[in-house]
């Protein structure tokens, strides 16, 4: 029941009317007082969290090693198959931008060469 619920609230969310949304939440906790069953509703909202984080992890995400950067990687990661809106930036990465989309890594910064070269060195 608390996967049904979940996955009717997703779907009314993705209208992106938030009347629509306001009121299918109003009667679905209507609906669950109604059935003695309030005890569903944190249950319900946790696995809305899980729904929302897991949309979080695999949304695609371009990261560079600087603001310059940005434009060139993103209009690359597209190329690529990787669209994204925006690029941060992360410090860890040398040179280069790195765009990941669900199971998808595109990476064409310079710490992932550093990094093979230092294994071959060191093997």
């Given at each position: 029941?608390?996967?049904t619920y979940t996955r009717l609230l997703e779907a009314?969310?993705?209208?992106?009317?938030?009347?629509?949304a306001d009121a299918a939440v109003t009667k679905l906790i209507v609906h669950l007082k109604s059935m003695g069953r309030?005890?569903?509703?944190p249950k319900i909202a946790r696995e809305l969290k899980k729904v929302?984080?897991?949309?979080?992890?695999l949304r695609a995400r371009v990261e560079v090693a600087s603001e310059s950067e940005e434009a060139a990687a993103l209009?690359?990661?597209?190329?690529?198959?990787?669209?994204?809106?925006?690029?941060?930036?992360?410090p860890a990465l040398i040179r280069g931008w790195r765009a990941?989309?669900?199971?998808?890594?595109?990476d064409r910064s310079a710490k992932r060469a550093?990094?093979?070269i230092y294994q071959r060195v060191t093997a």
């Open positions: 029941m608390i996967d009314v969310a993705e209208t992106g009317d938030k009347a629509v309030m005890n569903m509703l929302a984080a897991r949309r979080h992890a209009r690359a990661a597209a190329a690529s198959g990787i669209v994204a809106g925006r690029a941060c930036v992360n990941q989309s669900g199971g998808t890594l595109v550093l990094i093979n």
